[in-house]
């Protein structure tokens, strides 16, 4: 079992930015989980993908991070990071980390961003 525990949202204005963090606990090696990535879920809307990073640090962005989302990943920690500039109101959601650990996926409970115009 992997337990993913965010943190980092909160209200910022438009234009500013936040770094959001996904803590990965539980009884394995952090290694042993070869994918994590945040995704998001605005009112009314499914749940995209934001951007992911592998073990070997392969990144992937949803085209609406490109170019101001920053994902990062502490392996030793089992943790990843996502640094999030020029923020916009259609970045309101809540996020939610994901991590993928032999071929099971695993989610937290999220952390809401509001960004105010």
């Known amino acids: 079992q992997v337990q993913l525990v965010e943190s980092g949202g909160g209200l910022v204005q438009a234009g500013g930015s936040l770094i959001l963090s996904c803590a990965a606990s539980g009884n394995f090696l952090g290694a042993s989980i070869n994918l994590m990535g945040w995704f998001r879920q605005a009112p009314g809307k499914q749940r995209e993908l934001v951007a992911s990073?592998?073990?070997?640090?392969?990144?992937d962005y949803a085209d609406s991070a490109k170019g101001r989302f920053a994902i990062s990943r502490d392996v030793t920690k089992s943790t990843i990071y996502l640094r999030m500039n020029s923020l916009e109101p259609v970045d309101t959601a809540v996020y939610y980390c994901?991590?993928?650990?032999?071929?099971?996926?695993?989610w937290g409970k999220g952390t809401r961003v509001t960004v105010s115009s």
């Open positions: 990073i592998t073990i070997r640090g392969i990144t």
């Open positions: 994901q991590a993928t650990r032999l071929g099971v996926n695993y």
